[in-house]
């Protein structure tokens, strides 16, 4: 009995099993997106952009932090960079109505592309990105999103070169857009 309660909460922690919040019907749905998602993730124009960040990262995103980025506005040029570059533009080329976000990490978390500026600049000790970052896939709860106003739900896969997670992209699917 006590495996079974250490193994439920484990799960329940982790972020993959929120059967309070979601129904069944809905949970197939998002299921369904996960691997639309996934090719996504596994695209050389995501994944060249990852390891091209990975492998050398411009100094001016080793000395943006939350605070800085939080007071950037939308229209500011370095915050347009992200939905403008070719990961951004690949991101946009795949957006549909249940796409209520999406942004790409690198592997320390930091921003590589986004549709629209996310309220975070980091999401490195987080599940959304450690549990990518560890090859495996995330779900976080139904919440109402400050970047969206949208009820969603986070989606988050690793993003692979060569067979290894080097970084992280998350999609916010919303609830209300799922066929």
Do not use: C
Request: hydrophobic share 50%; net charge neutral; glycine share 8%.
């Amino acid at each position: 009995m006590k495996i079974r309660i250490l193994l439920l909460s484990l799960v329940l922690g982790s972020g993959l099993l929120h059967a309070a919040d979601i129904d069944a019907a809905t949970q197939e749905k998002i299921h369904a997106k996960v691997a639309e998602i996934k090719a996504w993730a596994s695209d050389p124009a995501l994944a060249g952009a990852v390891a091209a960040q990975n492998a050398s990262l411009p100094a001016d995103y080793a000395a943006m932090t939350q605070d800085k980025w939080k007071s950037l506005t939308v229209l500011d040029p370095f915050v347009r960079s992200f939905s403008k570059n070719p990961a951004g533009l690949f991101l946009k080329s795949k957006k549909a109505d249940w796409v209520a976000e999406a942004f790409v990490s690198d592997a320390h978390g930091l921003k590589v592309a986004f549709l629209s500026k996310p309220s975070g600049w980091i999401h490195a000790g987080k599940p959304k990105h450690d549990q990518p970052m560890a090859g495996h896939d995330w779900q976080g709860a139904v919440e109402l999103d400050d970047s969206t106003g949208l009820q969603q739900v986070q989606i988050s896969v690793p993003v692979i070169k060569d067979g290894a997670a080097i970084g992280a992209l998350v999609v916010g699917v919303a609830l209300s857009k799922l066929e």
